[in-house]
């Protein structure tokens, strides 16, 4: 790990204004995949702002019937909320299917959304990694590519998103909340919050330089059955290798996202029109130009009988 300084904000806008002063600062709070990459070089801040001490750690009722969660919630917490575990249940289960308790006892609401891929080539210093050095290569591009992704990928990176969160939080159309460097507030829609990779898949997010989250904001519930299957190589500490967040009515429509596919998690509007005909025309929809490798091509059935296992859960639920 290399030297950096440190302070401690006092206000999110001046968070925000401290990060953006200094290039190749970064903020700090749980910590829990930050430290990892500054211990392997992968990330070398040359400065620190802790928010830890913001006000930024309560769960509060919206005046229009939803949740405002702050930014530095604990995931245990968040889990464990009687609001989220009624009303939100696919967001409470996915929680607690990523990471330790231990981990959860530390992560936050918006490190969850920050954490970076786990691809195994971009933690191995000696690969090319345009994720890591942009412009340097993609060693997975030809590489062992069992755990990467199958759609949303480009000639530069296959990497996926690993978080279980932002998958539950996109099939409840969550917001994203921040603050600028200069004071000013904004709005972004879970859906537009992760990037798709391109040809700069060293960037992961539609945050300005700068920007700190605040929060993140759940609409009213909109009742069902919540739903979160992971998939995965073994029973716990395992990222996924295809997951599944739904929210299921009784008429058998509903919202659903995948994660461990694509480099965010992967919703498609368009294709939850076909869940009233079963698993497999709501999956060929929403992978459709999917491009998987030799190691990974197991992932496009394995979302659909992931899906169908979800549907009928549902089912039997009703």
């Given at each position: 790990m290399k030297a950096f300084t440190y302070e401690r904000a006092t206000t999110p806008a001046a968070a925000a204004a401290a990060v953006a002063a200094k290039p190749g600062a970064k903020f700090i709070a749980g910590g829990t995949n930050l430290?990892?990459?500054?211990?392997?070089?992968?990330?070398?801040?040359?400065?620190?702002?802790d928010v830890n001490r913001l006000a930024l750690d309560t769960i509060e009722p919206t005046s229009d019937g939803g949740l405002r969660i702050g930014?530095?919630?604990?995931?245990?917490?968040?889990?464990?909320?009687?609001?989220?575990?009624?009303?939100?249940?696919?967001?409470s289960r996915a929680i607690v299917a990523g990471a330790s308790g231990q981990l959860r006892n530390k992560a936050t609401t918006a490190g969850n959304l920050l954490q970076r891929t786990r691809c195994p080539y971009f933690y191995d210093t000696n690969q090319p990694c345009n994720k890591r050095k942009p412009g340097s290569g993609c060693a997975a591009i030809g590489g062992y590519s069992r755990q990467l992704g199958i759609i949303g990928t480009s000639d530069a990176c296959i990497a996926t998103y690993p978080?279980?969160?932002?998958?539950a939080m996109r099939v409840l159309d969550a917001t994203v909340e921040t603050v600028q460097p200069n004071?000013?507030?904004?709005?972004?829609p879970i859906a537009d919050f992760h990037r798709l990779w391109g040809d700069t898949p060293h960037i992961d997010t539609n945050l300005k330089p700068g920007e700190?989250?605040?929060?993140?904001?759940?609409?009213?519930?909109?009742?069902?059955?919540?739903?979160?299957?992971?998939v995965r190589d073994r029973a716990s500490y395992a990222y996924a290798l295809v997951s599944v967040a739904a929210i299921l009515q009784p008429d058998g429509t509903g919202h659903v996202a995948i994660g461990g596919i694509a480099p965010k998690p992967w919703r498609v509007e368009a294709a939850e029109a076909a869940l009233p005909q079963g698993a497999k025309a709501t999956a060929a929809r929403m992978l459709a130009g999917a491009k998987p490798t030799q190691d990974n091509a197991f992932k496009v059935p394995l979302v659909e009988r992931t899906l169908a296992a979800v549907m009928a859960e549902a089912k039997d639920a009703a």
């Open positions: 430290l990892d990459l500054m211990k392997l070089q992968i990330e070398e801040p040359v400065h620190l702002v930014a530095l919630v604990r995931n245990t917490d968040l889990a464990s909320d009687a609001r989220v575990r009624r009303d939100y249940g696919v967001l978080g279980d969160m932002a998958v004071g000013q507030t904004r709005k972004i700190l989250i605040t929060a993140v904001t759940l609409p009213k519930p909109v009742g069902g059955t919540h739903i979160y299957h992971k």
